[in-house]
């Protein structure tokens, strides 16, 4: 087992977002995937959790899975949202025992036709559920950040002074994707000048299909830019080269996330290993297809 924070300080390395499955075939296409994650040697995989609440039990199965049988450490997200303190508080010893050591605490978001007070759930904010992991194991606790502010917040400077509270209580966090490599250093500046310096690993979601951009911009809260509509757009119809842009597109700003000092980049992988594949093979995170190790090699997962 293995606690994230202490991966943190070492070389940059990948890590991936994973959803637990919602049917049959789309559990069977996971395993498929999963048995690609050998060949990415991520840091961590995070498993996402349905504040909606259909999908609760997979992500507890699916981190005990890869934790046990696949070898990879995983970090559990958990939302406040439609949760009592006591319901939390059970969620958090079945990993605890059974040995899971990394929790990502969230609020989430309660389903939008029922934002009644049970949905939203006892506990208020993220920075609660990080009180309580702790207060129920030595869990490693990271957070969310979100580079260009959270759609709920009044404004850029309530929300950062909101999660560098919460980051002050937390070991690390994790971004929405971002678009460019400024929007990252901007946050990590600020949160600098609130006096925090914990690690700050940005998330990075390859565009695969123009679907993409629609989730993109329904998961953010913000439009997707212009630039990279019009960059997608110019690769036509043909879902090869819109993978071949997008691929493009997510190296180009890795690599100036690297350049700027990122821990570790964490990729949005609906599930679909390829395009990360790509992206890590092409920074020397990874080895290319046919290749030998990653040029910096990732250690052991344990
Ligand atoms: C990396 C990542 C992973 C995610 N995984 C999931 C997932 O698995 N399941 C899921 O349902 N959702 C997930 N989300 C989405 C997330 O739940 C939503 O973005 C949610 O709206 C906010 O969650 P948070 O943890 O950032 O909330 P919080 O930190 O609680 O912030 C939410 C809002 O409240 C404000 N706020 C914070 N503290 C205070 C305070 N003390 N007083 C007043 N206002 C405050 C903030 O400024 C912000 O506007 C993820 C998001 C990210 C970035």
């Given at each position: 087992?293995?606690r994230?924070c ?9 890590s991936v ?52 049988d ?19 508080v ?46 129920v ?148 995170l ?17």
């Amino acid at each position: 087992m293995t606690r994230i924070c202490d991966l943190l300080s070492g070389p940059p390395r990948v890590s991936v977002e994973l959803w637990p499955p919602r049917t049959e075939q789309a559990a069977r296409r996971l395993e498929a995937s999963l048995d690609r994650l050998v060949e990415l040697q991520p840091a961590f995989a995070s498993i996402t959790y349905g504040a909606a609440g259909s999908t609760r039990a997979r992500t507890h199965e699916l981190v005990v899975e890869l934790e046990h049988d696949r070898h990879t450490t995983a970090m559990a997200h958990l939302t406040c949202a439609s949760h009592s303190r006591v319901e939390l508080v059970e969620i958090l010893r079945r990993y605890r025992n059974a040995g899971v050591e990394n929790i990502l605490a969230l609020r989430g978001d309660p389903p939008l036709d029922a934002p009644d007070a049970a949905t939203r759930g006892e506990l208020a904010h993220a920075i609660d559920l990080v009180d309580l992991a702790r207060s129920v194991g030595p869990f490693c606790v990271a957070v969310a950040a979100h580079p260009l502010g959270h759609p709920e917040a009044p404004d850029l400077v309530t929300d950062r002074r909101h999660l560098a509270e919460k980051l002050r209580v937390a070991d690390f966090a994790i971004t929405q994707f971002v678009y460019g490599a400024e929007d990252y250093l901007r946050l990590v500046d600020e949160l600098s000048d609130l006096g925090i310096d914990k690690p700050v690993v940005p998330g990075v979601m390859p565009v695969t299909s123009p679907r993409t951009l629609e989730r993109m911009a329904a998961l953010s809260g913000h439009h997707v830019p212009t630039w990279l509509a019009r960059r997608i757009s110019a690769a036509g119809d043909d879902p090869s080269a819109v993978q071949r842009a997008g691929v493009e597109i997510a190296t180009q700003l890795c690599e100036e996330l690297l350049a700027s000092g990122a821990p570790g980049l964490h990729f949005y992988t609906m599930n679909q290993f390829a395009a990360t594949l790509e992206v890590a093979a092409a920074l020397g995170l990874a080895p290319r297809a046919g290749d030998g190790r990653a040029r910096q090699p990732a250690e052991p997962p344990h």
